[in-house]
């Protein structure tokens, strides 16, 4: 009698395991994942980018005719960029997601003016320290542009499955919703690198 119940047990856990297969369980389990980790690269990079600033505004100091009001401003929209509170939730909240990338994209702008009003200072062109953190930061740009499309790839992916039919079922009775992506106004703005055209003369 207990090996009949057993037996039971296993042929309706096999039926159920079947059934959340058939209706894509392990696809939503297996785009969220890809969602999550595509998501942590994204911030990973922007971490990378904002723990290069400081480097930046330091060796930027030794300059001493620099533009101030220029070098506070990558400095302040540094420690607005980073005040944000990163939660695996903001990826999931369209209002709280919007504002991170607002918050980056000013951080991208006002690097970007420093290193456009950079050209106008010789002695910090010709500083090495300079042009070594110029370049980091022009591949962590690269790489936050890589890392961004990656993850728009895997949210669109996660979303068509949530949209579609019969697995929008499963999404209704799983509880999950669409995510937001990184789709903004200004987002070609905001992707791109600080700066692209060192030969270019300066403009102030």
Not at 84 to 98: G, H, M, R, Y
Not at 116 to 141: C, I, M
Request: glycine fraction near 4%; proline fraction near 5%.
């Amino acid at each position: 009698m207990h090996r009949l119940f057993r037996l039971g047990w296993m042929v309706a856990l096999l039926g159920l395991t079947g059934l959340l297969g058939g209706c894509g369980y392990n696809d939503f389990q297996r785009l969220d994942e890809a969602v999550k980790s595509s998501w942590a690269e994204v911030l990973n990079q922007y971490q990378r980018r904002a723990d290069l600033v400081p480097n930046l505004v330091a060796t930027v100091k030794g300059e001493a005719a620099f533009e101030q009001d220029t070098l506070t401003k990558v400095v302040e929209a540094r420690a607005k960029a980073t005040s944000i509170q990163v939660t695996p939730e903001l990826a999931n909240d369209p209002e709280a997601l919007k504002r991170f990338q607002a918050a980056q994209g000013e951080l991208s702008s006002a690097l970007s003016r420093l290193l456009v009003v950079s050209e106008n200072y010789p002695n910090l062109k010709a500083n090495q320290g300079f042009q070594d953190l110029r370049v980091q930061l022009e591949g962590t740009e690269n790489r936050i542009t890589v890392a961004r499309n990656r993850y728009i790839k895997a949210v669109q992916d996660y979303n068509v499955l949530v949209r579609s039919f019969p697995s929008n079922l499963t999404a209704m009775v799983f509880s999950y919703p669409v995510k937001p992506s990184l789709t903004v106004a200004n987002e070609a703005q905001i992707s791109q690198p600080p700066a692209v055209n060192f030969d270019r003369p300066a403009s102030r």
